[in-house]
């Protein structure tokens, strides 16, 4: 039993050595600003809004003071981003390319889909 355990713990060292330790260098060519337009079908949710964050090592934070933004984009341009306003939260999923992205999000009371153009 002892051998078998560790052997199982070495080759999860052995594998979390191997990944990439350049991971967020690559996630870098997403790092910019970015307009993020949001819209939802239910008319109920508003007629939509535009919003500014920012990407950095593949971090996601918000440039706006009135809303916090935080995130990751993974070096394939996956991303996933949690928006707070107040009391409010909505969660959002992705890809973005080197100058666009696209997907969804979704909140309480209110989904819809999202566009993004880096500035």
Known sequence: MGY?????ITTHV??????PLAQPARAASFDGEW???IASPKQ???NG???????????VASTN??????????EAGTISVSLMSGFKRAVGFGHLSSSSGSGTWHGMACS????????
């Open 4 to 8: 078998v355990r560790k052997a199982v």
């Open 14 to 19: 052995m594998l979390a050595l191997a990944m």
């Open 35 to 37: 307009s993020v337009r």
């Open 44 to 46: 109920e949710c508003g």
């Open 49 to 59: 809004a535009t919003l500014s964050i920012g990407i950095t090592n593949g971090h």
């Open 65 to 74: 003071a009135a809303m916090q933004a935080s995130g990751r984009v993974a």
């Open 112 to 119: 819809g889909t999202w566009t993004a153009e880096k500035i």
